[in-house]
């Protein structure tokens, strides 16, 4: 078990990494899709998000078990889950919803934001919302 602990370096840095690719590819997706590019009907564009968000999650999942923190049992870590659902949310609006570029501009800006305040609660390991 030690060694699994050991390997916490490895955990936060594959999830470092894969938060990157979802925030990168999302933000490419959404210029795709504001420019209305045919790109976005492709399949690899439409699997990709999926596959990188599974492991997104479970990476995330190994470093709670490596540092014993928890959701709805650690403040901060609750509220990271609360950012990350907000991140979706807004990310899942700004490529579909049937409104003004705007509007999806403003989602999409919100979005990144969540993910921005994510990594905050993450290096800081403090809850502000639910303080």
């Known amino acids: 078990m030690e060694t ?6 490895a955990f936060k840095h594959s999830h470092m990494t894969f938060v990157a690719l979802s925030v990168l590819f999302f933000i490419v997706r ?5 420019r ?3 790109i976005m009907d ?25 540092i014993k ?8 870590m609750t509220e990271k889950i609360g950012a990350v659902a907000a991140y979706i949310a807004l990310a899942t609006i700004s490529l579909k919803a049937d409104r003004g570029t705007l ?11 969540w ?3 994510a990594a905050k609660l993450a290096v ?3 809850a502000m919302l639910l303080g």
Do not use: M, R
């Not at 959404?30 to 504001?34: A, E, K």
């Not at 492709?42 to 490596?66: E, M, N, R, W, Y």
């Open 30 to 34: 959404f210029v795709l899709h504001i």
């Open 124 to 126: 800081l390991k403090q």
């Open 115 to 117: 993910v921005v305040y």
């Open 4 to 9: 699994f602990y050991s390997l916490y370096p």
């Open 69 to 76: 923190q928890y959701p709805f049992i650690d403040p901060w």
């Open 42 to 66: 492709k399949k690899f564009i439409k699997i990709a998000p999926h596959v990188i968000d599974t492991f997104l999650l479970l990476s995330g999942l190994l470093l709670c078990f490596s």
């Open 103 to 113: 509007f999806k501009i403003f989602a999409a800006l919100g979005a990144v934001a």
């Open 36 to 38: 209305q590019s045919p």
